[in-house]
């Protein structure tokens, strides 16, 4: 889903001018961007929580030169950690193992 799906969907469900929405849109992505920019927290009640994290300093190699190390210096992420809403709903994506496989299908033997 992009931003312009999520615009006419809105404008849709709520009879709103598109311009308007994709306005309402903007502003609320660039709220979150700039508290996130600041290491600041933004918690979304059913949805997530947005926040910085320092990733540690490592040592990476690159795959041509497995030889030579790399030092990657610590750095700051945004991790994202959805709601418990959307958490349970993706979790009902995944494929259910429980059931058994088919049985494999072999060739029958006539009758002697």
Do not use: H, W
């Not at 309402?24 to 926040?51: H, P, S, W």
């Not at 030579?68 to 809403?85: Q, S, T």
Request: proline share 12%; hydrophobic share 35%; no cysteine.
């Amino acid at each position: 889903m992009t931003k312009r799906d999520l615009v006419i969907r809105i404008s849709e469900e709520t009879g709103l001018v598109q311009q308007t929405v994709l306005d309402v849109v903007q502003k609320t992505l660039d709220y979150i961007a700039e508290a996130v920019a600041k290491g600041k927290k933004v918690e979304l009640r059913n949805f997530g929580v947005f926040e910085v994290k320092i990733r540690k300093a490592r040592v990476g190699r690159n795959p041509n030169a497995p030889e030579a190390d790399v030092r990657i210096p610590p750095r700051a992420v945004v991790k994202f950690k959805p709601g418990k809403e959307m958490r349970e709903a993706v979790i009902r994506l995944t494929p259910d193992e429980q059931a058994p496989p088919p049985a494999p299908s072999q060739p029958q033997s006539p009758p002697n």
